[in-house]
Every structure is written in C-alpha cells, then in structure tokens.
C-alpha cells in the first residue's frame, strides 16, 4: 500500500510540473507567485487539474428523487417559489483551481529546463570553508545510538559459529560486548561556493510602478535560479538618483524619488561593497543594474564605463544591466554600454519592454553560465 501510494504521489508530482512548464510564461509575466511565496515553498494555483469527485448515474428514472414527480419540481420548502432568492442558478460547470506547494528549488529546476539554462560555472576561487562528517567506517567501540546492528549481529553470529554454539533449529544469536560495531565518522572540508548579489537600481521620476514591478519579478525569479546554484547566497540593494544609497528589500521596490540620475553613484557604492564585504577570491559576486536609460551626462557615463571596465568587471562573474523601457527615459544608456563592451562576454545587456519581455531577458541574463 505504501509503496503504491507513493507511485501515486510521484505521478501527480510529475502532472503538476508538466502543468507549471505548460504555463511557466504566464506565471512570470503576472508576477503572481511573488505574493504566493513562503520562506522555501510557494503556493501555485493550477486550475487545469480537476478534482477527483463522485459522479451519479443517469438511468432515465423521471422525478425527484426515486418517487413520483416531474423534472423540475422542488424536493422540499416553498412550492409556489414566493419565498427566497437565489433560485437562478448557473449551468456551467465551476473552475476547480488546486494550490500546490512547490519548492523554489523545483521551480528553479523548471525554470532551468523551460528555459535551457546551463549550470553556473564557479569562479574556482573560493576559500570559505565547510566542516562536513561523514560516517565512513567502522569501530569496536562508540555510543550506542550509532551501533550497526548489520555488523553486530554478522560479528556475533561468526563468533558462535567458530565456537560451535549456533544451533540452526534454534537460531538465536546474542551479541556480546567484543562483537559490537559503531559507526565511525570522519571530518571532511569542503569548499562552499559562495555569491552575493548585488541590486542597483534607477529610483528617479521616470521610473514609474511599473518598470519597478518588472524589476520585482525579474529578481524573484534569478533568486531562485542562483539559490539553487549556490549553497550560501546573499543580496544586497542600492537605489539612486543622483545620489546612491544601500537599503533593504522593501524600500528598494518601493521608493521613487523625483531628482536626477547619475548611474556612476551606484556603481562607486557598489564597488566599496565589494571592497569592504566580498573579496573576489571568496565569492561569486553578480551585481545587477535596473534603469530606464537615462544619465545625468555623457561624462557620468564615462565615468560609468571606466568604474566597470577598471573596478567592477574584474571582480564579478558577469555584470547585467537591464532597460525597462519608459515613457520618460532615453534609452540611451544601453546603447553606450553596447558600444563600449559589445565584445565582452562578462557584460550582458538586455532591454525589457514589457512583464512578457521578462522571461527572454532572464535567459538573455542566466543563459551564458557566468
């Protein structure tokens, strides 16, 4: 019974991912399963599976149930239909809408698959180490919580044997002290490949709530995607203006300021959190810049191009900027960086027009493997 119920389990498991594939697009372009997350699952909803439910016979048996009576007729209460409301009822059938629990670390995999994603290729530097024990062999002596009773009994019972003690018609073996093995562990070190990432984005007055929930979306789903690569991964968020400051999570996606831009403040900022908390040698570092194009000067966009190529660049796996488009902006910004770095592979740009633009810019972003 078990082990069919377990059949049945991994069954539905496999319909639901098949069901989240089918509909991964819309899921990222509605933004829906952000609200639905939880600390290491989120809830989605797959209206497409129905409900196993009981269904009645139909046997062209006239009347209300099995006596006399006609098509139509009240089982019980007012007959006359003065009383009460609500009596039009719907004929269609109801939407039966099922909410599972995925991991993020499924939904990653799906994302992976849905979108041909490669593994992340580790950088090899890292330093930080994990202490890991292995239980890799065996001892005659240990607490008795780690006792094997496989290598206990073979011991006991080879020892009556060679003793002539062991009976087949009554074959009952007893361990003594001498035949007791334990589990042994070993200490292991082990390297912990882990990365930052870094959030930079573009808070003056064009860029509205809308550009800002596209950001909301398109980091949702690279968290998940450099979560299941990394063991250890941590985000950091900067806004600017003309100005640029570190800030947690939630005012990141919620603050609009109405100055100007200067992107270079984003980029000394986030150049001095690496300095201070990410040595390259020890973490991955991906800093992700969200803007709508526009800068305060072509000499801070220089000025921008000389931080990446001389401060950024060498100590990140790759830099990814993203242009939400906007009424208000330029977009001039990604056609410089293009100019500058359309031949390095550690810089990818990528302009998003729209939430349905939002899953071809996440494989633009993730595809190379950086």
């Known amino acids: 019974m078990s082990l069919k119920i377990d059949q049945d389990h991994s069954r539905f498991r496999g319909i ?40 009645f016979g139909d046997r062209q048996r006239g009347g209300a149930g099995q006596g006399e009576g006609d098509a139509g007729d009240p089982i019980a209460g007012d007959q006359d239909g003065e009383e009460g409301e609500g009596r039009q009822a719907g004929s269609g059938a109801g939407e039966h809408v099922l909410e599972v629990d995925v991991t993020l670390e499924e939904l990653a995999s799906i994302l992976g698959e849905e979108l041909e994603l490669p593994d992340i290729q580790d950088k090899g530097k890292s330093k930080i180490i994990n202490a890991k024990d292995r239980y890799t062999s065996i001892r005659r002596v240990g607490p008795e919580s780690l006792r094997n009773f496989r290598r206990t009994y073979r011991e006991a019972l080879k020892r009556q044997i060679a003793m002539g003690t062991y009976a087949p018609g009554n074959p009952v073996v007893v361990p003594i002290p001498s ?20 959030y930079m984005m573009d808070v003056s007055g064009s860029m509205g709530d809308e550009q800002k929930e596209i950001v909301r979306i398109e980091s949702f789903w690279i968290d998940a995607w450099l979560q299941k690569q990394y063991k250890g991964l941590e985000s950091r968020y900067i806004i600017h203006d003309a100005v640029a400051r570190e800030v947690d999570r939630e005012t990141f996606f919620h603050t609009r300021e109405s100055g100007g831009t200067m992107i270079s403040s984003a980029y000394k900022l986030c150049s001095q959190l690496i300095d201070d908390h990410y040595p390259p040698e020890e973490w991955n570092i991906y800093p992700f ?8 000067s072509m000499d801070d966009t220089l000025l921008c191009v000389d931080l990446l190529r001389n401060k950024l660049l060498p100590r ?23 100019e500058h770095f359309g031949k ?9 027009r729209d939430k349905d633009a939002i899953i071809t810019s996440i494989k633009e972003f993730l595809g190379k493997g950086n």
């Open 16 to 55: 639901v991912r098949g069901k989240i594939r089918q509909n991964l697009r819309k899921y990222v372009s509605q933004g829906e399963l952000i609200g639905r997350k939880g600390k290491d699952v989120v809830s989605i909803p797959i209206p497409q599976i129905d409900i196993p439910h009981f269904a």
């Open 179 to 198: 035949d007791k093995r334990y589990r042994s562990w070993k200490t292991e070190a082990e390297p912990v490949a882990n990365a930052v990432i870094i």
């Open 289 to 296: 810049h969200f803007s709508d194009g526009d800068n305060w």
């Open 316 to 338: 990140a796996n790759m830099f990814a900027y993203g242009q939400v488009e906007s009424p208000y902006g330029s977009g001039q910004f990604v056609k410089d960086l293009r």
């Open 344 to 352: 390095d592979d550690r810089v990818v740009t990528s302009e998003i």
